[in-house]
């Protein structure tokens, strides 16, 4: 009778077999193994997921940070009899430059020394667009056509651009001469978590006189 009472219960056979507490007792171990296993490899993919999709947004406010810079640093600053060459707002900025390669490989009416009329703006959509026309030298004839647009970032609340001239940051800028420092700043959704740094820049080119 103590024997059936022991830790293994004897079978017929003279084999040890496990009590049906001990059974139960594996199985909830084993339950609470797979459920921590499960628990770790759903942590290790969120984390994955979201260091990818770090890893993308950085990629693209990179994208974004260099063309910028490309557009400010190559200016055309016009000549001193043109009018305003840079007219800036404090939250968009309308001037001259080469087109970006990307957009310039589909681009159809680009003059000869690739200039184009470029506005940079956040839409009502949250989006930060770069719209652009061929610079022409004369006058137009007819109603203006309608800008192409190129979609920069999606997700951005405004942008605040700031321009250097006489010893100061102004928030406005309508002057012959192009200003000699661009700051642009994204600014994204509060519920948004990404940032970059302002974007500083300076146009390489100097104004021509007559």
């Known amino acids: 009778?103590?024997?059936?009472?022991?830790?293994?219960?004897?079978?017929?056979?003279?084999?040890?077999?496990?009590?049906?507490?001990?059974?139960?007792?594996?199985?909830?171990?084993?339950?609470?193994?797979?459920v921590t296993l499960s628990q770790g490899v759903r942590f290790g993919l969120a984390a994955y997921?979201?260091?990818?999709?770090?890893?993308?947004?950085?990629?693209?406010?990179?994208?974004?940070?260099?063309?910028?810079?490309?557009?400010?640093?190559?200016?055309?600053p016009g000549t001193s009899v043109?009018?305003?060459?840079?007219?800036?707002?404090?939250?968009?900025?309308?001037?001259?430059?080469p087109l970006p390669p990307a957009a310039a490989d589909h681009a159809?009416?680009?003059?000869?020394?690739?200039?184009?009329?470029?506005?940079?703006?956040?839409?009502?959509?949250?989006?930060?667009?770069?719209?652009?026309?061929?610079?022409?030298?004369?006058?137009?004839?007819?109603?203006?056509?309608?800008?192409?647009?190129?979609?920069?970032?999606d997700g951005v609340e405004r942008i605040d651009v700031d321009y250097w001239g006489s010893g100061t940051w102004q928030q406005q800028w309508h002057e012959t001469r192009a200003p000699a420092l661009i700051r642009i700043r994204l600014v994204f959704p509060d519920s948004d978590h990404r940032s970059w740094p302002d974007i500083v820049a300076a146009p390489a080119r100097e104004q021509v006189s007559g």
């Open 1 to 34: 009778m103590s024997r059936s009472r022991g830790r293994h219960r004897v079978r017929a056979d003279g084999e040890a077999g496990f009590t049906l507490l001990e059974i139960v007792v594996a199985l909830v171990v084993l339950g609470i193994l797979l």
């Open 49 to 76: 997921d979201r260091q990818d999709g770090m890893v993308a947004t950085a990629g693209r406010l990179e994208a974004v940070d260099r063309t910028l810079r490309r557009l400010i640093t190559l200016l055309d």
């Open 82 to 97: 043109d009018g305003d060459s840079v007219v800036g707002t404090h939250h968009g900025l309308a001037f001259r430059a």
């Open 108 to 153: 159809t009416g680009v003059p000869a020394d690739g200039l184009s009329d470029l506005r940079l703006s956040v839409n009502d959509r949250h989006q930060l667009v770069l719209a652009w026309l061929p610079h022409r030298h004369v006058l137009p004839t007819g109603p203006a056509p309608a800008p192409n647009e190129t979609v920069l970032l």
